[in-house]
């Protein structure tokens, strides 16, 4: 069932859908397939931080939230700047790289640097625009919200694309970095997560949503 949390999830994946409306069709990346992987992401991080909630109770919401917009800087760079995000594509498949190396070597910035930046624009909590922009440099130790987002929202991305739900560009799996789960201090690790639980919730959000087709 969709509740009020997924409700306030919604709004801000309006709010992204909006502010791309003129987002650009480029070859090798799909649209329903990047947002099928942000919200599984988000249902994902929301599962994670269930697990952490007793530390710290107000992460939950905000990481469904940020999971949900971890990888909107594509969508900037799909609906501004759509020739040189493919090169981008370009650059990852011939060099078997990260979009975040290739971006990095092309672009000289990043969709998670790009991503915090809109995130701040958006006026949206500080912990949330620091964990976008910090999503692919989870922490050993987390000391503050942002950090523990950041490294939920770590964790989730690489769960979603090990799950195969969706895909958010990459050619190369993410990999979890060492000490990215245990700084969460989850007892039992990601044994708690429930794979067809979360694939039925993706799907129930992506009927809600009016995806453009790819």
């Known amino acids: 069932m969709i509740g009020l949390e997924q409700v ?9 859908l909006e502010s791309m409306r003129n987002v650009s069709q480029v070859r090798g990346f799909r649209w329903q397939d990047f947002w099928k992987h942000s919200i599984a992401c988000g249902i994902i991080a929301r599962a994670i ?34 020739p040189q995000f493919s090169d981008v ?8 790289c990260s979009m975040l190396e290739a971006e990095q070597e092309t672009l000289g910035t990043n969709h998670a640097f790009i991503g915090q930046y809109l995130a701040e624009r958006w006026a949206l909590p500080a912990e949330i625009c620091v964990a976008i922009g910090k ?11 942002a950090d523990r987002l950041a490294n939920i929202v ?24 060492p000490g990215a789960i245990e700084a969460l201090k989850i007892e039992d690790g990601l044994a708690g997560l429930q ?14 949503l009016p995806l453009q087709s790819s």
Do not use: W
Request: hydrophobic letters at 45%; aromatic letters at 4%; a positive charge.
């Open 195 to 208: 794979a067809d639980s979360i694939r039925r919730q993706v799907q129930e959000f992506l009927s809600v």
């Open 8 to 16: 306030h999830s919604a709004v801000s994946v309006v709010v992204a």
């Open 135 to 145: 999503h692919h440099k989870p922490l050993s130790s987390c000391a503050s919200d």
């Open 154 to 177: 770590h964790v989730a991305d690489a769960v979603a694309q090990m799950l195969n739900l969706g895909s958010g560009g990459n050619r190369v799996a993410s990999q979890i970095r």
């Open 49 to 82: 931080a269930d697990q952490v909630r007793l530390k710290d109770r107000s992460v939950t919401p905000a990481a469904f939230t940020t999971g949900i917009l971890h990888d909107v800087g594509k969508l900037f760079l799909l609906a501004h700047f759509a």
């Open 89 to 96: 594509l370009a650059y990852m498949a011939e060099h078997s």
